[in-house]
């Protein structure tokens, strides 16, 4: 996923966050040291920020961050998923690896 598109995703769902909190921009900067120019540009997805100020961020918002296995992605997509249903499966099966044919 390239850069642009995860800054995006990100800066809505802070937004998200934000707006379900009835904060202001302006609020949720001071909560997380910041001023709310930067708070603007990571929510609209305009600039990075350092995984420090992420988690400020996102405590601000009464949220927690985790950085999970990239492998484990997919899983994690699946259970957040509204369409997915009670009945998903949380874990897809992997293919058996092929046996290696060297002797």
Do not use: C, K, W
Not at 51 to 62: H, I, P, Q
Request: aromatic share 2%; hydrophobic share 45%.
């Amino acid at each position: 996923m390239p850069e642009t598109t995860s800054l995006h995703m990100i800066g809505a769902q802070l937004r998200r966050a934000r707006l379900a909190a009835g904060l202001t921009q302006e609020q949720v900067a001071e909560l997380a040291g910041i001023s709310r120019p930067r708070y603007r540009d990571i929510e609209t997805g305009t600039a990075a920020a350092r995984a420090t100020t992420l988690m400020n961020v996102a405590r601000a918002l009464g949220l927690e961050m985790m950085l999970i296995p990239q492998f484990l992605v997919p899983a994690v997509d699946t259970l957040l998923s509204p369409e997915a249903g009670e009945d998903a499966p949380a874990f897809a099966p992997q293919p058996e690896p092929e046996p290696d044919d060297e002797r």
